[in-house]
């Protein structure tokens, strides 16, 4: 909920700044003599009028209608009205200020006019979905959708716009199946391998749920195999890995051996356990580096980065609760004022006596043995300023002691 709020603010706040800008852009731009004679009086560049169709939508979203309109006046004179762009333009515009059903009823007899008469218009079938879709009736926005793609066989947006349509309807099967359409399309798009991961893992939810995971499993792999940082793909993965986990720990070694859908064999328990440390290690380094705003680490978008710190430290404390131990009684926050800090190294340190529990982001350089080979590792160590890691040995010692003294009993005097 956090991260989606952070996100939709992020938005706002960009779409805002374009809307401002609207009035003197326009103002700038106005000339007095029309076109194709102002090409005379003014530049001309694509740019230009790439500039005027994003100030339409930003002023759109923002509710100026006033500026929305002035810069889809520009755009008709220069392309004019019977320009299959600028006819969505124009219908979005009608959809923005339609004051009630009625009005949104005659904008979609427009579409569907203009549908009959040129088919082969993508841009106003595409509208006719959308307008559908907002209007809540998803069942005639799938048929549109689907009549669309059999004209336009092999329009990516379109099969990826399907699959949320049927996802919406809870047809998992046939979300699947036009989201691999996409991938047939394009394949080397990792966004779409993690959105495809995105839907097996909701439908194994209701299915198979095992041969589900793996299969989900496998597309994250796939996606962050195309791009090795991409967030959401190594998001998916731990969230993934960590339920497989789960299922295989409590299934034992009979179900390894089953193959699934795909006539593939499972993977092993040890395979799952090194994806999620991988997962984990990445998630911690984009944290940490966004966090610390290094260069080349802040195109992320904040309500992701917000979302991997959660699903981190939700992780950490899984950990914590399964061990018994007691997370604020060992929980020493390190941002002292002899210590540059930002703030977010609110990591945990604990005493671990099983090695299993070690992931790939709490590496054995961090993780010194301490007397009669007790090894003290991190948690969710991707938190802490790298200077600080550098001193982990000390620091644990200490916070060993500190726990020690806890738990001493206390005596009046």
Sequence with gaps: MEAGVYHIESRLRKLYGRAMKAPAILKSQTTWVPWPFAAAFSSESPEKWTIYENLF????RTGDNRSASACLDQLKKRFGESNERVMGMIGMYHEATAADDKSLEAVLKSYEQEI??????????KRHVA????????GGA???CVDLLDVSPTDAEAWSELSSLYLEQ??????????????????????????LGEIVYIASIAGPQLAGLVRSMRSYCRSIELCDDYLRGFYGLKLVTTKIIELLSKSGA???????DEDLPLPTLSTVQSLNEVAT???GEIVRKYSTSQKGWDGYEESEVIAARALLD?????????DGVDALALGIAYCTESVACDGTCHGTRKVCHDEAHSTAAQSADYAPELAGGVRAFTLGHAFFPQHLLEHASELVVAEFCLVLLARLPVTEE
Excluded: F
Aim: net charge positive.
């Design 57 to 60: 939508y930003a002023c759109l």
């Design 314 to 322: 939700r992780d950490t404390g899984a950990v914590l609760l399964k």
């Design 170 to 195: 809870g047809l998992h099967q046939q979300a699947i199946y036009a989201q691999e359409e996409v991938l047939l399309i394009t394949p080397n798009a990792w966004n779409m391998h993690a959105r």
């Design 116 to 125: 009959s008469e040129r088919p082969t218009n993508m841009v106003i079938r």
């Design 281 to 283: 290690a990445k998630l």
């Design 142 to 144: 799938t048929a549109a």
């Design 131 to 138: 307008l559908l879709k907002s209007m809540g009736r998803t």
């Design 254 to 260: 009979a179900v390894a051996k089953q193959a699934d």
